[in-house]
């Protein structure tokens, strides 16, 4: 069975930094790309970032680059978004998500920017 | 980037009711095209991919169509499961883009 459970949510000041995580299982992990979505409060689906079964192509929204850095780390199969810089307009669930057409999404990881 | 559109944000519909709900892009896609079905308070849950291939384990009332620009998502039978917001997204290149998401609510 396929898993993939975000860990690293938190309530954080603005400008603050934040390290997100998934861990997955039930697939080959390696073998696949990555990405990461978020939704803010009673809003719609947003693509984060994007990085490749091996890591060498990697892509990011506008309204992050600069300040997210997504990694992978295929020997412990884990996804992970590094956010800097984290303002309001970052609060919302972070989805750890399988392939370019998310056939698996993870529960999700809930980011608040606030003082 | 392409730009996703979906009609109607939301509708009111009975159970056994036939829904469709379409999705536009704002340039050639070609298949690249996936559905989602979120429930409040949960993950989005895969559909559809390449416009019209069913996701493993989802019930056959659902079916997807379309090539190009135009594209649709058919349920055939509504009922109480199936009350949620559905969402497409275009993979034929990044960003990865979404429609701003179909309400479907009890009538």
């Known amino acids: 069975e396929v898993q993939l459970v975000e860990s690293g949510g938190d309530l954080v000041q603005p400008g603050g930094s934040l390290r997100l995580s998934c861990a997955a299982s039930?697939?080959?992990?390696?073998?696949?790309?990555m990405n990461w979505v978020r939704q803010a409060p009673g809003k719609g689906l947003e693509w984060v970032s994007y990085?490749?079964?091996?890591?060498?192509?990697?892509y990011y929204a506008d309204s992050v680059k600069g300040r997210f850095t997504i990694s992978r780390d295929n020997a412990k199969n884990s996804l992970y978004l590094q956010m800097h810089s984290l303002r309001a307009e970052d609060s919302a669930v972070y989805y750890c998500?399988?392939?370019?057409?998310?056939?698996?999404w993870g529960q999700g990881t809930l980011v608040t920017v606030s003082s | 980037d392409i730009q996703m559109t979906q009609s109607p944000s939301s509708l009111s519909a009975s159970v056994g009711d036939r829904v469709t709900i379409t999705c536009r892009a704002s340039?050639?896609?070609?298949?690249?095209l996936a559905w989602f079905q979120q429930k409040p308070g949960k993950a989005p849950k895969s559909l559809i991919y390449?416009?019209?291939s069913l996701q493993s384990g989802v019930p056959s009332k659902f079916s997807g169509s379309g090539f190009g620009t135009d594209f649709t998502l058919t349920i055939s039978s509504l009922q109480p499961e199936d009350f949620a917001t559905y969402y497409c997204?275009?993979?034929?290149?990044?960003?990865?883009?979404f429609g701003g998401g179909t309400k479907v609510e009890i009538k």
């Open positions: 998500v399988k392939g370019a057409f998310g056939d698996y």
């Open positions: 039930g697939f080959t992990f390696s073998s696949y790309s």
């Open positions: 990085i490749s079964s091996s890591s060498t192509t990697i």
């Open positions: 340039q050639g896609i070609m298949n690249y």
């Open positions: 390449a416009a019209s």
């Open positions: 997204q275009q993979y034929k290149s990044y960003p990865l883009t």
